[in-house]
């Protein structure tokens, strides 16, 4: 800490927090954290009970909402969602002005804060019934403009949503049916994309929940913030892991390294190599996200038929991690994009998509918290401070008497 007293307007103090691992930049109830335990619940709800049946609706009107829906609640979000789906027709154009290897993160960001343009009523965002709405249609169309960023990579035509299907299955209609056929969903692949998802959703103030939550402190409205959100998770230090860890296990898998050497290499500071899908900055123990993914994979692949050589590699490298002192030391665990990417990979999920469906999962976490930050008095802008560290007072020369 050091005493900035001789600045005006000031309070006293700055504590200078890098990556802020010891600053708490609001007062939160909608996610529990206990990273030594390895513990995560939703508004109290521990996150194993949502194995059973998960069900990725639920979630988002109990992290928005702060209460499971009733069945009234959760039949009136579902048919909102159902009827938000279609993006407006003028949004068609923009995918056309994408190139088609574009980054679909990229595309996702842009089309998020596009869609202010189109609906006008999110400037207007007052009370639980214009969030329910607004949200109902933020996570309705996300998941839509995924699917149609995925189309255009491939120069496929666009599929209309479903009216018919529930959220999960709908989406993979419009990512994967041929125009006019009905995708059929297995309630297996269902319930693991659900399972996905909702273990996505929240985790309190991460980076990209913690810049939803700086860009809304300005009062600009959900979609920009949400738009916002997206771009900090597309890192590799963040979202952007799952996507990295795929890659990790895929080198090893072409034979350029075994499992030992990357272990090796990631312990090396100067190689800048991590071992992709360990670490948390504030699990330090399990992820409890991981451990349920892990047996989702477990039970996924053989009954999917799959036999996939990168969850071999990924056991075989946990395995290797677990009894290392070097991770053992720094407590560096599996996080959740451990075995989130082999799951995504048999359901037919293409890797570029992988940080894509990280941020559909996420999106209710960051509505909630946009909205808890809304709701909260006296709320300021977030405006952190520095320590200056540059010079303190020089002069300018002209440029014509500069050499
Ligand atoms: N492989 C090798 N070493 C690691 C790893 C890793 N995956 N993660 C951390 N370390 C080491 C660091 O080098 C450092 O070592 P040192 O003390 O000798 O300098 C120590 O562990 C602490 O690491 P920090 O980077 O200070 O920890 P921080 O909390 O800032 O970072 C992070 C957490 C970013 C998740 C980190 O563990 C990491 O880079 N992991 C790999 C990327 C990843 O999986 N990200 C997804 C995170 S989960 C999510 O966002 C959904």
């Known amino acids: 800490a050091i005493d900035i007293r001789n600045l005006r307007a000031d309070t006293g103090l700055i504590t200078l927090d890098p990556g802020y691992g010891n600053t708490g930049s609001c007062q939160s109830a909608i996610t529990f954290i206990d990273g030594e335990q390895g513990i995560l ?35 009136t979000f579902a048919a909102d969602l159902t009827g938000c789906a279609n993006l407006d027709e003028g949004m068609k154009h923009h995918f056309e002005g994408f190139p088609r290897a574009a980054p679909p993160m990229a595309i996702l960001s842009a089309m998020i804060n596009a869609l202010s343009c189109f609906h006008p009523e999110i400037f207007e965002i007052q009370d639980k019934d214009s969030v329910r709405i607004a949200s109902a249609g933020l996570i309705s169309k996300i998941r839509t403009i995924a699917a149609y960023a995925y189309r255009h990579s491939r120069g496929l035509p666009y599929i209309y949503p479903d009216p018919k299907l529930r959220y999960v299955p709908n989406f993979l209609h419009m990512m994967f049916s041929q125009p006019f056929e009905q995708h059929v969903c297995e309630p297996i692949v269902r319930d693991a994309l659900n399972l996905i998802l909702l273990l996505h959703a929240d985790h309190e103030q991460n980076c990209s929940t913690s810049t939803v939550r700086m860009v809304g402190s300005s009062q600009a409205n959900l979609f920009a913030s949400c738009a916002a959100g997206v771009c900090a998770l597309w890192g590799p230090l963040h979202g952007g892991a799952n996507v990295a860890v795929l890659e990790m296990l895929e080198q090893i898998h072409q034979g350029q390294m075994t499992p030992d050497d990357y272990v090796r290499l990631a312990k090396d500071k100067d190689s800048k190599v991590r071992l992709m899908g360990f670490g948390h900055r504030v699990y330090r123990n399990f992820d409890p996200r991981a451990r349920m993914l892990a047996n989702v994979a477990e039970r996924l692949l053989p009954q999917l038929g799959v036999k996939d050589p990168l969850l071999d590699i990924a056991r075989r490298l946990e395995e290797i991690a677990l009894e290392d002192p070097y991770f053992i030391d720094r407590q560096l665990y599996p996080n959740v994009d451990f075995y989130s990417g082999i799951i995504l990979r048999a359901i037919g999920i293409p890797v570029n998509m992988f940080t894509v469906m990280f941020a559909i999962g996420r999106l209710p976490g960051w509505i909630a918290h946009w909205w808890e930050q809304e709701q909260t008095p006296g709320n300021k802008i977030a405006r952190p401070r520095q320590i200056y560290v540059g010079p303190r007072e020089t002069d300018r020369v002209l440029l014509s008497e500069r050499r």
Do not use: C, K, M, T
Request: charged share 25%; net charge negative.
């Open 41 to 75: 619940r939703y508004r109290g709800i521990p996150i194993e009970q949502f194995e059973q049946a998960p069900n990725f609706v639920e979630i988002a009107w109990l992290l928005i909402f702060g209460h499971l829906p009733s069945p009234e609640e959760y039949d």
